[in-house]
């Protein structure tokens, strides 16, 4: 259902708002060793999602990522329609265009109980809620 793109951010994300609680920069290496993903597309998609105001970075010798407490406040609902769109949330189960709610089609109305339920569950969670759980094992990509 989430794009790699999508699993990847919110990943780091979590990770950078679980490290950089006290205020810390967390550098793109030790993002990408610790969320198993690889540097240039993690950066790729933190310069993004900074762009828009998910993050901070800074530059430099020092530089990094973090994540202050007013942006620990967006959900995850809110980076994955950053990333991905709001097709999980609104789009039909199958992709077809045609489907609607005037022109549903056979697993419309099912799918659609389930998409608004995981848009309630990501919409409730937020960067904040990990920075009381600060597991990175958790983080890491399942293999297999």
Do not use: W
């Given at each position: 259902?989430?794009?790699?793109?999508?699993?990847?951010?919110?990943?780091?994300?979590?990770?950078?708002?679980?490290?950089?609680?006290?205020?810390?920069?967390?550098?793109?290496?030790?993002?990408?060793?610790?969320?198993?993903?690889?540097?240039?597309?993690?950066?790729?998609?933190?310069?993004?999602?900074?762009?828009?105001?998910?993050?901070?970075?800074?530059?430099?010798?020092?530089?990094?990522?973090?994540?202050?407490?007013?942006?620990?406040?967006?959900?995850?609902?809110?980076?994955?329609?950053?990333?991905?769109?709001?097709?999980?949330?609104?789009?039909?189960?199958?992709?077809?265009a045609f489907c609607s709610e005037t022109n549903p089609c056979p697993i419309h109305n099912t799918y659609?109980?389930?998409?608004?339920?995981l848009h309630e569950i990501y919409g409730k969670t937020t960067l904040n809620q990990f920075r009381k759980?600060?597991?990175?094992?958790?983080?890491?990509?399942?293999?297999?």
């Amino acid at each position: 259902m989430l794009s790699k793109t999508c699993e990847y951010a919110l990943r780091a994300m979590i990770y950078i708002a679980q490290q950089s609680g006290d205020g810390s920069t967390i550098n793109i290496k030790e993002i990408s060793g610790k969320i198993n993903s690889p540097e240039l597309f993690i950066g790729k998609i933190l310069q993004g999602l900074s762009k828009q105001g998910f993050l901070q970075s800074s530059k430099g010798r020092y530089g990094g990522f973090y994540i202050s407490d007013e942006e620990a406040k967006h959900s995850l609902a809110d980076i994955i329609t950053a990333i991905d769109g709001n097709k999980m949330f609104e789009g039909c189960g199958l992709g077809l265009a045609f489907c609607s709610e005037t022109n549903p089609c056979p697993i419309h109305n099912t799918y659609k109980e389930a998409r608004d339920q995981l848009h309630e569950i990501y919409g409730k969670t937020t960067l904040n809620q990990f920075r009381k759980e600060n597991s990175v094992e958790k983080l890491q990509l399942r293999r297999g």
